[in-house]
């Protein structure tokens, strides 16, 4: 088994707001010790409309709309990974704030680097156009449920995503290790 990784859901990839933080004052409204995700923006023109692009390979469990986070599109691991304390976990990573014309549906498989959706400030705790990225362990219940781990840990179950984040963004990892034609492409120019 393997360690856990994620990559960037944004290109490029900037961290408004990290886990933990208070920078704004509803956090308390929804029950919360903090921020229970990343906010995520580019630094570049525009922010609205930018694709956001999977995490990591996995099944898309949910998409719509989401209590006040708005618009969102939550994905489970297909198999377990290793946490920072080497426990297998399952994962899932959320994403919200998101335009509704959502580009997967629940059931889909998706790999690193596709495109799931793109930025927008659909919610009612939204600062403007941004990706709040999240992730939780999750447990299966059944063969179709899947409840969240340690709910009760002042941010709903969720992690620190940063500390799993590496410095590749999804696209260059589906572009680099994924995409056949690229693979392709560069093993032609070898020879």
């Known amino acids: 088994m393997v360690p856990f990784v994620l990559y960037k859901p944004l290109h490029p990839f900037s961290i408004t707001q990290g886990f933990g933080q208070n920078l704004v004052p509803f956090y308390r409204e929804l029950g919360l010790l903090g921020h229970n995700g990343l906010d995520c923006i580019r630094r570049t023109e525009p922010v609205d409309g930018a694709n956001i692009r999977s995490a990591q390979n996995g099944q898309v469990i949910a998409t719509g709309i989401d209590g006040s986070g708005g618009y ?11 946490d920072k304390q080497g426990v297998p976990q399952w994962w899932q990573m959320i994403y919200y704030h998101i335009q509704p014309d959502i580009k997967v549906r629940p059931g889909q498989i998706v790999k690193i680097g596709d495109i799931l ?16 990225f999240g992730l939780k362990h999750v447990a299966p219940i059944d ?15 969720a ?20 995409d056949p034609v690229w693979n392709i492409a560069k093993e032609v120019q070898k020879s």
Do not use: I
């Open 159 to 178: 992690l620190a995503p940063l500390p799993y984040l590496s410095d590749m963004k999804a696209y260059e990892c589906k572009r680099k290790y994924l």
């Open 117 to 132: 959706a793109l930025v927008d400030t659909t919610g009612k705790y939204t600062t403007g156009p941004h990706l709040h």
């Open 143 to 157: 063969e179709y449920r899947w409840e969240t781990m340690n709910y009760n840990n002042g941010y709903h179950g």
């Open 72 to 82: 969102a599109v939550h994905v489970r691991t297909l198999e377990q990974f290793l």
